[in-house]
């Protein structure tokens, strides 16, 4: 109807620039409209009427003599069009697998062989590809899809190319969008752009995920210790399955390390879960974190991820100072002889200068007592400071406590005492700010009063207090656990820190009693109490309830610490992805930046062929340095990283990374018509639907990216020029008839 109406199609419209084609003089017209509204004014103001009645004919009249003229000087389109069979399209079909569901790629099979491709034959030579892993030449529209991989990015770029050879007037992509190599950079995005040739795009598929669940993504530590309690967040999304139970379970290859029912919400498309297990024995592990699938779902490929945990076969040192004999420190040194991945070194200072040293490595260890020097404290992962006033650190000690945590990266954990805490002094040490509280300017803190142990809502959350992976038997036997005999007052928690759990204590309310916190690049605890030992006292004595804590907690404290070289990358698993970026925090033997360091990766592959790869420093960040790898092969790769500063060896560290093809293709199926409307209006396209694509042949036409002319096309004869004229005479004269103007 638009083209019958206004003689030409809507993009010839939407592209096109107005312009006369009579020479004739411009001033020359203006001058005639002018004279054509005075004359009109003129007449319809001496008539019998009143003048808002006049006024309304003398527009109208003078409109119809305004449009008369107008025809006379030829309004016309002047638009830029392809020299007919001179300028190639390229048709590219997306087959990978995505495309083979839901009969998307019989679809476009479907639209190209019936009407598109005839129509642009009429007036183009065509070129036909199908894009996957690669952009390939077929001549023929594509009828099955099986790439494992959707490479748009590299396919468009390839194709936009050929331009340097072939007069490309445009492309015309059909997909459902789903780009699973994260090719559609911006960087690909500006090279398109630069390539002036619009790309036109067709999307496939629904837009909205249905009658499906799909782990869309799933974390958890990429390091741990030995038989490490270890949590995944996992990301579900659903359409379909509104209240129903989905079964998650976590896999290290055959044997089941946990498994439980998830209920998807009612009318949320994503819900977050946490699983944890145990990590069992050291070495590399591949998990495999899966939920199965319900009644009638139509994609069960992705159902089920991997997910690497490197589970380290180290032993951290944890420095324990007690300031005091006392039943604590006795009942946490047997809580962690029972577990081989920790080793506790203890100071109890048993008079003001004298000493007892227990699970020191040589006899010259810790002789002088409390650590004085870098080189002795930072041999540690992590510190516990007991029953001990601050004053009794002097000012270096008390720096190098802070140092260690924020520069080292160590973990301290902070015990309640009569002499700990706001009794102590350490509100006003120089340890004061990195402390997860603040604590209460005054004395009188300590009291030895029962008291009971509540988790809070984030310690129903934590490891650090999973004792039962049930949280609801977890919360019960936290309840169940006997009575503190002492607690301390801790004061409010700061911005930052985690309230694990609180105590209540008869009359005098609910305090703080373990709080975390991150800082610097550590870590800081504290447990406002010296008599967890009760809990192992005071009940059966296969009650492992203390030990799981203390082992637990300790693991918290000291597992995680950085050493000098720490090897990263953005991920564990590339599906479908060939670059690996690879990063190094490097720090010489004052763990400070080192940024003079040779940094070195040797990646070993699959195969069992090692590349070198050199790191270089990152600008603005001393001590980073980075390198992006190319894993051309599927399969796990190990990375190693060593670094020396001129003849001085800094560290080693290791990193495993695993590489998928034909995985991605599984998630994220459905269309991703934002990213397709996205590249068609960057490169001056357009998107349509499957059913909406006749306007595609003249839209193309309409390009002057390869070899075209000007053309100049008259509006003035359309007959919507004739039907306005037409009207506004019409409604001229029925007025006058109405109004006695006549």
Request: charge should be neutral; aromatic fraction near 8%; proline fraction near 5%.
């Amino acid at each position: 109807m638009f083209e019958f109406l206004f003689k030409y199609p809507w993009p010839v419209y939407r592209k096109g620039t107005l312009v006369l084609a009579n020479p004739w003089p411009l001033w020359l017209l203006g001058l005639g409209v002018a004279a054509a509204v005075g004359f009109a004014v003129w007449l319809y103001l001496k008539k019998p009427i009143s003048r808002r009645r006049a006024w309304a004919l003398a527009a109208l009249e003078s409109s119809v003599l305004a449009l008369l003229l107008l025809f006379l000087w030829q309004p016309a389109l002047s638009v830029a069009t392809l020299k007919p069979q001179q300028n190639v399209v390229s048709v590219i079909v997306d087959t990978s697998a995505s495309m083979a569901l839901d009969g998307r790629i019989g679809a476009a099979h479907k639209l190209l062989e019936d009407s598109l491709l005839p129509a642009l034959r009429k007036r183009f030579p065509v070129r036909v590809y199908e894009a996957g892993q690669g952009l390939h030449l077929t001549g023929t529209a594509p009828a099955a899809a099986a790439q494992p991989v959707t490479r748009l990015g590299e396919a468009l770029e390839s194709a936009a190319a050929e331009a340097a050879t072939l007069p490309v007037g445009a492309i015309v992509l059909l997909s459902d969008g789903a780009d699973n190599a994260g090719g559609l950079s911006a960087e690909t995005m500006d090279a398109l752009r630069r390539s002036r040739i619009p790309i036109h795009a067709v999307g496939f598929g629904p837009e909205r995920m249905r009658d499906d669940v799909e782990i869309a993504d799933a974390q958890l530590a990429a390091r741990t210790l030995p038989e490490a309690r270890v949590a995944a967040t996992i990301t579900l999304r659903q359409a379909g399955y509104d209240g129903k139970l989905a079964r998650l379970t976590v896999k290290d290859g055959t044997r089941v390390l946990a498994a439980r029912d998830v209920k998807l919400p009612a009318g949320a498309e994503a819900v977050r879960e946490e699983i944890s297990f145990p990590a069992g024995a050291a070495g590399a592990k591949a998990l495999e974190i899966s939920v199965a699938p319900l009644s009638g779902e139509r994609n069960v490929k992705n159902n089920t991820v991997t997910r690497l945990l490197d589970v380290r076969d180290k032993r951290p040192r944890i420095l324990y100072f007690e300031g005091e004999p006392r039943w604590e420190m006795k009942f946490i040194r047997r809580a962690v002889e029972l577990d081989k991945n920790l080793q506790l070194t203890s100071i109890l200072r048993t008079t003001q200068n004298k000493f007892y040293r227990q699970g020191i490595e040589s006899p010259k260890e810790l002789e002088r007592g409390f650590p004085d020097s870098i080189d002795e404290l930072f041999a540690y992962q992590a510190l516990i400071i007991g029953n001990v006033e601050a004053g009794y650190f002097n000012a270096g000690q008390q720096s190098l406590i802070q140092e260690f945590v924020d520069r080292r990266g160590g973990g301290v954990l902070f015990l309640g005492g009569r002499a700990a805490l706001s009794e102590g002094g350490w509100n006003h040490s120089a340890v004061a700010q990195m402390l997860p509280v603040t604590l209460p300017d005054r004395r009188g803190t300590f009291h030895r009063e029962p008291a009971t142990v509540e988790l809070t809502g984030a310690g129903r959350d934590s490891l650090i207090t999973r004792m039962e992976e049930d949280a609801g038997k977890n919360t019960s036997r936290w309840k169940a656990l006997p009575y503190l005999a002492d607690f301390q007052e801790t004061g409010e928690a700061k911005p930052g820190a985690l309230v694990l759990a609180e105590l209540n204590a008869s009359g005098r309310g609910k305090f703080p009693l373990l709080v975390t916190q991150p800082y610097g690049r550590g870590r800081v605890a504290l447990f406002a109490t010296g008599g967890s030992w009760r809990w192992q006292m005071a009940q059966d004595s296969k009650d492992m309830s203390h030990e799981t804590f203390w082992r637990q907690l300790l693991r918290w404290v000291g597992g995680d610490v950085n050493d000098r070289v720490m090897l990263t990358s953005n991920r564990q698993v590339y599906s479908d992805e060939t670059r690996v970026p690879l990063r190094a925090e490097v720090r010489d033997r004052n763990y400070l930046p080192a940024a003079d360091a040779v940094v070195e990766a040797t990646v070993i592959g699959p195969g069992g062929g090692s590349t070198v790869v050199p790191l270089q420093p990152v600008k603005n960040e001393p001590g980073a340095y980075a390198a992006e790898w190319k894993a051309e092969a599927p399969g796990s790769y190990l990375a190693e990283v060593s670094a020396r500063q001129g003849e001085t060896d800094l560290g080693r560290d290791t990193l495993t990374f695993r590489r998928e093809d034909g995985v991605a293709e599984n998630f994220r199926t459905e269309q991703n018509r934002e990213l397709l409307e996205r590249l068609a209006q960057q490169t001056g396209g357009r998107y349509y639907e499957p059913g909406a694509t006749s306007p595609l042949p003249t839209e193309i036409e309409l390009s002057d990216a390869g070899i075209s002319v000007k053309e100049v096309r008259d509006i003035w004869s359309a007959p919507a020029a004739f039907l306005l004229l037409a009207g506004l005479k019409g409604a001229a004269w029925l007025l006058r008839r109405r109004w006695g103007a006549v």
